[in-house]
């Protein structure tokens, strides 16, 4: 505190791993399909005692700090005044790395003949790893003016800076590999990034918020809100599209999707009555959103190029395999009363 201003520091971390097992042998093919040697970590990446994993294996991370910096006014400036600008840092570190099994069958003696003819041979797990970070650096501020006791107008501003870096290494699915083997971590880190999950970017928006409220008395306001908001898109790790550079999922922008963006319009009244013992409120608000991302109970089916066809028709292609499931709508609304 100083002349009548307040400088503040909030800063703060967060460290988490989460892991995970989820059986894989459904039809109960294995006697014992979790055979995890004593005290051995079933992600942990020495392979000891786990050569009997018939499971996918997900171990996931995340490192989170942030900064944040305000100065306001503790004594309100001409006495109708009230501020506050800041700034804030913040970076997330999350990679996830995950192992899937994958059974083989032996030589089959004929093009018809079943699995269960000649049996299990071997099981490998494709390895996946995962990268992901972002920071955000943000600039902001906020002016109140008081005129009275009873009316209150507000405005605020908030300048966005978001870095993201995405990708992914991909082990191959070897055949010639031992009975439930998998591929290390270190040796996924090594491996070609796939080109179709490649992010490094940066994306900046300025939002802001308006709003007004005025007391007719002590036990009746009212009140409106006006403001706008950002979120980056995300982006499309999909376990079947590893290849899915140039596919109309790619093309289409489903892997690396737009970003978000919202405007909400809000207004009310609130009361309170007989000394305070009873409380009525109502309010209605308006949110309009662009590229909001929800999710999709099906799995979606996507092509394996995207070519336009002539005469206006839709693109075609061959079926390439189905994603993971998620959609994408341009425009939404919702609505409250």
Known sequence: DLIGQQLTYVGGRLDGVSRAVAPEDGGGFLA??????????????????QRNIFAQLTSSQLHQRFHEVRLQNSERILGMFDYVVGYLNLKANTPTLLYTPT???????????????????????????????DEENSYFGN???????????????????????????????SGATLL????????????????????????????????????FSDDVMVYSTFGTAFRPGNIIVCSRCNAAQGTALNAGGFLIMPNE??????????????????????????QEFKNFTIISPAQIQFLSAYIPASGGNPATGTLASFTNSFANNFISFANNF
């Open 143 to 173: 002016l109140t003016l008081h005129l009275g006791d009873r009316t209150e107008l507000s405005g605020g501003l908030r300048h966005i800076s978001f870095d993201r870096v995405s990708g992914l290494q991909s082990a191959g699915r």
């Open 180 to 215: 439930f083997d998998r591929e290390t971590e270190a040796s996924l880190r090594a491996r070609t990034p796939v080109a179709s999950f490649n992010v490094d970017d940066t994306n900046k928006k300025t939002i802001y918020m308006l709003s007004a409220k005025h007391r």
């Open 261 to 286: 963006t919202s405007k909400s319009i809000e207004a009310g009244i609130k009361t309170t009555m007989l000394d305070r013992t009873v409380t009525l409120n109502l309010s209605v608000y308006r």
């Open 32 to 49: 014992v399909p979790f055979g995890i040697g004593g005290g051995v970590d079933v992600v942990d990446q020495s392979t000891a005692g």
């Open 103 to 133: 059974s083989r069958c032996g030589p089959l003696p004929t093009s018809g003949a079943a699995c269960t003819t000649t049996g299990l041979t071997n099981m490998n797990y494709a390895g996946v790893y995962r990268i992901r970070s």
